[in-house]
């Protein structure tokens, strides 16, 4: 089952513009993801960031955390025709010991298409 | 280092068929991780390895299967192949059975059931 509920599902916008997109989970996390994957392709990890952070940044990306309201936003700033893709965020849950590290809880994507 | 490498890339199996799909960790991954992406599912996590053991299983059927090697290569096995089962298989390798690491994943591979 999903965990994640990402909003816009898709989302258009010109060269240039900035995208944002949100994710919204429903267990306590240790840590939160965020995966690009272009055509149904394989997954290119973009950033994590932990519970106790509440915003990271790297390169044109920056992503917040909200535990309190168990959310977390993609912001691509200055968007590139070849930042179309889609964009996934995932979860691994809090407490769930050692067993359960490499288990992600995937939301159902939002698709990105950014016009040139 | 080189990434994460499937093989094959894609297969085309019948139904009743079963198939093989194999996964090279990057070098150092002692995890390997399985997850299925189907257009109405999305992905979902089938199992992981850690060290030749099975940590964690999603809710699969027991059809699908999986083994890792002394060298941390992990194959996977559907058995009585389903059209259900078309999908992108991808797997994920970690560097070690750490909370924070990050997965990282294989191009997939694309099978469909006839």
């Known amino acids: 089952s999903q965990q994640g509920e990402e909003d816009p599902q898709a989302l258009s916008i010109q060269e240039g513009e900035n995208a944002t997109m949100n994710c919204s989970y429903k267990t306590s996390i240790n840590n939160l993801q965020w995966y690009r994957q272009n055509s149904g392709r394989g997954l290119v990890h973009l950033i994590l960031i932990r519970s106790n952070e509440r915003e990271k940044h790297s390169g044109r990306l920056r992503v917040t955390l909200d535990t309190s309201k168990k959310s977390s936003s993609l912001l691509i700033t200055a968007s590139r025709a070849a930042d179309t893709a889609s964009y996934f965020c995932a979860t691994r849950p809090a407490n769930a010991g050692g067993t359960s590290y490499g288990k992600l809880t995937f939301g159902q994507g939002t698709i990105l298409t950014v016009h040139p | 280092k080189a990434g994460v490498t499937q093989t094959p890339r894609y297969l085309i199996k019948t139904r009743g068929q079963q198939v093989t799909l194999s996964c090279s960790p990057i070098s150092g991954h002692r995890s390997v991780s399985w997850y299925q992406q189907t257009p109405g599912q999305g992905l979902q996590f089938l199992f992981e390895y850690f060290s030749e053991t099975q940590r964690n299983k999603g809710n699969f059927p027991g059809r699908f299967s999986g083994r890792q090697f002394s060298n941390s290569r992990s194959e996977m096995n559907v058995s009585t192949l389903e059209l259900g089962d078309s999908a992108l298989y991808l797997c994920?390798?970690?560097?070690?059975?750490?909370?924070?690491?990050?997965?990282?994943f294989g191009p997939g591979t694309r099978l469909t059931v006839l």
């Open positions: 994920a390798s970690r560097s070690q059975g750490w909370a924070y690491n990050e997965q990282f």
